[in-house]
């Protein structure tokens, strides 16, 4: 796991197409070249073919001899073949996102299985003006089976000591986390203040779980509709999509007539869990209609990729656009036609894949704040004990639609309320969606109003930038599943 010296992240999380099959196959250089004069210059001739052979980008990155894999080195293969990676975005300014992991992370990690204390934290103010001075970091969400969520830990609680040393928002304070996060120790007592001011303790442990992708479903009243609410917190593999089968059989029995959906925290993942989401909320009108289309570089479209070949799973006609149209299965079974999502400047790639595919057949609202911008995506190629994610493919929606890079800019702005817990109508976010839903629009707040949120809104994004580094040690992207 990458240490960050801001960082508190919870864990690396990863993807993988379900290929179980081992899968050791490594490249030779162009017959022109001297034979390897170790594993490890094999291993980085590798990384270099089978990424130029995928990346979507191929025409950009320099021949064998010009690039020169075996320059880069670093303290293990992993560090050696990030290099050799990292090297093809110098080529791509576009390209924020290859990375190199081990096989067995990206193996034990398709459905969502963590080993650590199972929450995420951010830190927040509860400031109203400025300057701010009283900066905590917050509880943004728990998952349900880790040993924090079985210890009743909430969103919108803030972290006040660990192991009785008080946590602040300072140098100290980033040394604990840094420290109790990734340091060798298992176990630590944590002191919560929750929402009323009152604190609790808890002693949690690091433990193996499965991550819930819905971390919370309701049904709110707001304008004599029906809301339902669904917080979807990761695009994971089959779990996720039984997840989501539950999820809506729940809204369908309840009758909801409306449909807000909390991608705030959501940075992508299986494009295959995007269809059944889009599936679920796409009108009838949408049925058998295309979707989306993957777009490879120009030699996997012409099935001109002999080393991937090697590997089971990969033909001919892999890549062609025949065989990469998505369309809509059968939808409408909520009747909706409009849909409001909750996105950050965290919601990437899958949030963003599904909200580009549905905007084409039904009205989209975007409430929060600018998502990522990540329309494009990879498939991991297992070379010896690692896994390597060049970025090979973009999306196309039925309208042509594909190059979000700046992100989706929302319809209504509204801060991230990460002191309040879900479903809480007070939140800000929540809450514009549940008055457009009552009042037909997004109300013209009293001038009071709207400085409030602009505070709320500059506060945020003074805390911005540690916040995004707290996040560098997550997962963010779709992957495409064999």
């Known amino acids: 796991m990458k240490k960050l010296f801001f960082s508190v992240a919870l864990g690396i999380i990863v993807f993988f197409a379900s290929c179980k099959k081992e899968l050791d196959q490594v490249a030779t250089p162009p017959t022109s070249q001297q034979p390897p004069s170790s594993t490890l210059d094999l291993l980085k001739d590798s990384i270099y073919l089978y990424s130029k052979e995928t990346y979507?980008?191929?025409?950009?990155?320099p021949g064998y001899e010009q690039f020169n894999p075996r320059q880069y080195s670093g303290s293990t293969d992993q560090a050696s073949a990030s290099g050799v990676l990292n090297a093809f975005k110098k080529f791509q300014p576009l390209d924020r996102f290859s990375f190199v992991t081990s096989r067995e992370t990206s193996e034990g990690l398709q459905t969502g299985q963590h080993v650590d204390y199972g929450f995420f934290v951010k830190a927040a103010s509860i400031d109203v003006v400025e300057p701010i001075d009283s900066v905590h970091w917050y509880v943004s969400y728990v998952y349900d089976k880790s040993t924090t969520g079985l210890a009743g830990v909430q969103r919108g609680w803030y972290i006040n000591k660990i192991n009785g040393s008080p946590i602040g928002y300072n140098q100290a304070g980033i040394g604990v986390l840094n420290e109790t996060f990734f340091g060798t120790g298992n176990n630590a007592s944590f002191e919560f203040v929750k929402p009323d001011g009152t604190t609790t303790s808890a002693n949690l442990n690091k433990s193996a779980f499965i991550s819930n992708s819905v971390l919370h479903k309701s049904v709110i009243e707001?304008?004599?509709r029906k809301v339902g609410y669904l917080v979807f917190n990761q695009f994971f593999?089959?779990?996720s999509r039984n997840e989501l089968k539950d999820a809506f059989?729940?809204?369908k029995s309840d009758g909801i007539n409306e449909l807000v959906v909390d991608l705030r925290y959501n940075p992508g993942g299986s494009t295959e869990t995007q269809n059944t989401l889009a599936n679920y909320i796409a009108p009838a009108s949408a049925s058998n209609k295309v979707m989306y289309k993957y777009v490879f570089n120009k030699r996997l479209q012409e099935g001109n990729f002999p080393l991937l070949k090697k590997k089971a799973g990969f033909g001919n006609t892999s890549f062609a656009e025949a065989n990469n149209t998505q369309k809509f299965g059968?939808?409408?079974s909520l009747n909706l036609n409009r849909v409001f999502f909750i996105v950050t400047k965290s919601s990437a790639s899958a949030s963003e894949l599904i909200i580009n595919n549905l905007k084409p057949y039904m009205e989209v609202k975007l409430i929060g704040d600018t998502t990522y911008g990540k329309p494009v995506g990879f498939f991991p190629i297992d070379i010896g004990n690692l896994a390597?994610?060049?970025i090979s493919f973009k999306t196309v929606n039925s309208a042509g639609n594909a190059d979000f890079y700046n992100g989706f800019i929302p319809d209504k702005t509204a801060p991230d309320g990460v002191t309040k817990n879900w479903g809480d109508k007070t939140e800000p976010?929540?809450?514009?969606?549940l008055n457009y839903i009552t009042y037909g629009n997004f109300r013209n707040a009293s001038t009071q109003s709207i400085n409030s949120v602009n505070r709320q809104m500059n506060i945020q994004r003074q805390l911005e930038p540690l916040n995004r580094k707290l996040e560098e040690g997550q997962f963010s992207g779709m992957f495409k599943e064999k």
């Open 249 to 251: 059989n729940t809204f």
């Open 429 to 433: 976010s929540l809450a514009n969606a």
């Open 330 to 332: 059968t939808t409408g």
């Open 237 to 239: 593999g089959e779990p």
């Open 222 to 224: 707001a304008g004599g």
């Open 388 to 390: 390597v994610y060049p």
């Open 56 to 61: 979507l980008w191929d025409d950009l990155v």
